[in-house]
């Protein structure tokens, strides 16, 4: 009989629904996982703690398939994946569309100047002009990585009339390729960054690239913080070498109360929200699980299915 270990976050969507003839072990505590884990075929072993949650898929020897509920999963033990051949399903594209207006919102909240909006209100203060004139119709925007949530970016952009430029590994026809991006930084008034979590990611955007950007251009992080040297990004934004930033992901998360990001009033940190801007991100994940079991069972692939050798 298969056996499927299974958060009892996630029992009340799924569990009418799941066919008699299956072993479910359910899980409500860590120490419950590492209990049921070793036993596990299928496993679904989301927990807000990674380091827990990578101690529970190590303990999981007999793992078949996992699946999650995160589109980025740098924080488990990848190698030991690959080795076992474990078939692995993550979040790609359950957060995407929160994740892309996400993406809007932080745009206009910069052109708009509307963090002083906010602040003026509160002080009951009528303000008589705009702090922020910027429109986003005929500005450009840079779009690193085009997965999912990319790829619901660049739409609602062009239905302002941003000109979107496309960056993707691959390459292909009307994209940016690896190596041809960092020679234009100059030309855009935005530079979203939407790339997995991998080594070729990892410190994309440093200093060089940071000084290559345009002096009123804004930087919007919503992929991982280590995609940016932070150190590097806080020295410009003091400067004020570039028109500012908007941070969804950070290094470390969260970030400490003393980190001088926090200051600075042309950073926004929005603490890794994006993706929790939603109220449906769990029937989703429990659909797209039913709909993955169903094919599991019968011998068919599948998806959308995260490879750990390559990280993403």
Known sequence: MTVLALSSLIRPLVEARLPEDLDVRWFASQEEALTVAPEAEI?????YDHAAMAETVRAATRLKWLNSIYAGLDFLPLDVLAERKVTVTNGAGINALTIAEY???GMLTVAKGYRDVVRAQE????????PGKRELAGSKALLLGYGAIGKLIKPRLEAFDVDVAVVRRSGGEGVLGPDEWRARLGEFDWVILAVPATPETDGMIGAEEIAAMKSDAVLLNIARGAVVDQPALVEALEAKRIGGAFLDVTTPEPLPPEHPLWALDNAHVTMHLSGRAQDKMFI???ERFLEN????????????????ALGY
Do not use: H, K, Q, T
């Open 43 to 47: 496993g679904w072993f989301d927990m």
């Open 103 to 105: 993406v809007v919102m």
């Open 123 to 130: 002080r009951r203060e009528w303000l008589f002009d705009s």
């Open 284 to 286: 989703r994940s429990a």
């Open 293 to 308: 079991l169903d094919r599991y069972l019968r011998g068919e692939p599948v998806a959308p299915i995260f490879d750990p």
